[in-house]
């Protein structure tokens, strides 16, 4: 159904793939292998897409990039339809006697758990341990004053992190940098605004997963 409405099937996975990793920048190969369609029938529609002004190019070294361009004028309606990313509903309450207060910190917990992000690349993550964010900058953004490639903020086993770093070292076919941070350290560097803190705060990233707003400025 939504193939027929909006022209094609590998016209909809691209869109999925672009609205579902804002300020993510991908290469032509790259994406189909991502949409696992033919090459040829993705250079058309990314040329479609383009003359739309859906999408966006840039060269970096020798290599043509694409990424969603977030000030065309219905984004926010693509974005909704699109995005694969998935943030928590919270759960209808049962009227009880329970306190104020009790009321008070259920609804704490409720609210951080309608403002978890999670994207379908969470998905590898799993099993490396108790991650409360993940979020992914440097080549997956073509920015590098972040520092790091690839951030993760949890209780995690290192052997299962760099398991996983490996993984992704081969999609990418490049070597990534990445930083495994406790969720208190890193708490008290953004308390602090350290220099770390804030060369990623301030870079193009593309945020995984985050289950208790960690990414979020206070």
């Given amino acids: 159904m939504i193939e027929q409405l909006f022209g094609s099937k590998t016209r909809v996975k691209l869109l999925k793939l672009f609205f579902s990793n804002p300020n993510r920048s991908f290469y032509v190969r790259e994406i189909t292998r991502k949409v696992e369609e033919q090459i040829n029938s993705v250079r058309r529609e990314l040329a479609n897409l383009l003359a739309l002004g859906l999408i966006t190019s840039d060269s970096t070294n020798n290599k043509l990039y694409y990424e969603v361009n977030q000030k065309y004028e219905h984004y926010e309606a693509l974005k909704s339809m699109f995005s694969e990313a998935k943030k928590s509903k919270p759960a209808d309450k049962k009227v009880t006697s329970k306190s104020k207060k009790a009321d008070e910190a259920e609804d704490t917990k409720e609210e951080v758990k309608d403002n978890t992000v999670e994207l379908p690349e969470a998905k590898h993550w799993e099993g490396a341990g108790n991650i409360v964010g993940i979020a992914y900058s440097g080549v997956y953004t073509r920015d590098e004053s972040a520092g790091v490639d690839v951030l993760v903020v949890g209780d995690a086993l290192i052997s299962k992190v760099e398991s996983v770093i490996s993984e992704l070292e081969k999609e990418k076919n490049k070597e ?14 953004q308390q602090v605004r350290d220099k770390f803190w804030l ?19 206070k």
């Fill in 199 to 217: 060369q990623f705060d301030g870079a193009k990233k593309q945020i995984v997963l985050d289950k208790q707003q960690i990414f979020e400025d």
């Fill in 176 to 189: 990534l940098r990445y930083a495994l941070i406790e969720p208190d350290e890193w708490r008290y560097r």
